[in-house]
């Protein structure tokens, strides 16, 4: 069956990897087909909806993103609704920012915190996805003249996806996942990468950040996956560390375009690599 390409990332999140997406394919598994497709950091999801697997297991930490899913999968038109009350202006910008730092926030109905995301995520600078110490986003108004704040279209094709395939969407530790798997997974890890330096670390995906424990920790599980007979695909960044973690695997090293770098003049393209457990 044909892939749709419609099927796309329906929000810019950091690390995103459409422009990776061709490096990832030369070493993926050639039968990644046969496999219960398994992404434990699914971030904006562009491996998952350029692979289209049947069967799938997606989870993310980051429980408003994960919301997000969910309510793309079952509240479709509700959520393009709420999307199209949203405006493109700074004093509503910091409105809708600033909901989640009052203590009513949890009782923020699902749909409207899933349509806060998207509008924050197509309207923020850089499009950046990012929250302080407090677990509060904090990206200052992105001045664009027209965001695409309403992709109809491609949510439409995501959620048709999500509902006509076996696709679980879960919201909790990646380890957690790991646990529970079998022969038949595949595993592709995108976790928060390593810094290269210090002024590049980039910790807010989600309350807390990841430090240089939690990579380790990740290795382990990479370890405990290979003694399994689990395949797996990991990216990173082309750090030293990072390629001593996983010095008994397969390390590719490939060439990227970030631009979150605050300054302009350190953005470009740099390496990360791509690790895995199989030839």
Same mark, same amino acid.
């Given at each position: ?26 070493? #993926? ?88 995301? !998207? ?52 919201? $909790? ?51 405990? #996956? =290979? ?6 695909? #990991? ?17 590719? =090293? ?9 300054? $302009?003049?350190?953005?470009?393209? !740099? ?9």
């Amino acid at each position: 069956m044909a892939k749709n390409k419609l099927i796309s990332p329906f929000v810019k999140w950091v690390g995103g990897k459409r422009q990776l997406i061709s490096s990832i394919m030369e070493v #993926l598994p050639e039968n990644i087909k046969n496999y219960t497709y398994v992404e434990p950091f699914i971030g904006g999801g562009a491996l998952l909806f350029h692979i289209q697997p049947k069967t799938a297991v997606v989870n993310d930490y980051n429980s408003e993103l994960i919301n997000v899913y969910n309510v793309v999968k079952e509240n479709l038109d509700e959520l393009v609704e709420d999307l199209k009350k949203h405006k493109n202006e700074p004093e509503y910008f910091y409105d809708i920012r600033k909901l989640d730092r009052s203590e009513d926030f949890d009782k923020i109905g699902n749909v409207q915190r899933a349509s806060r995301l !998207i509008y924050l995520n197509k309207t923020c600078y850089n499009g950046l996805y990012r929250v302080n110490n407090a677990g509060e986003f904090n990206s200052p108004f992105g001045r664009y003249k027209n965001p695409n704040i309403v992709n109809e279209p491609v949510l439409r094709a995501v959620s048709l996806y999500l509902n006509s395939n076996n696709i679980d969407i879960l919201n $909790a530790d990646y380890e957690d996942i790991l646990n529970g798997l079998n022969r038949n997974s595949f595993v592709y890890l995108d976790p928060p990468y390593h810094p290269i330096s210090e002024s590049s670390n980039f910790t807010g995906y989600v309350q807390g950040g990841w430090n240089i424990f939690d990579q380790i920790r990740l290795r382990e599980a990479c370890d405990g #996956l =290979t003694a399994r007979g689990i395949k797996f695909l #990991l990216s990173n960044s082309a750090s030293d560390f990072i390629r001593d973690q996983y010095k008994n695997y397969t390390i590719s =090293t490939v060439k990227a375009i970030r631009c979150i770098n605050v300054d $302009a003049e350190k953005r470009g393209e !740099i390496e990360e690599v791509l690790i895995r457990n199989y030839e």
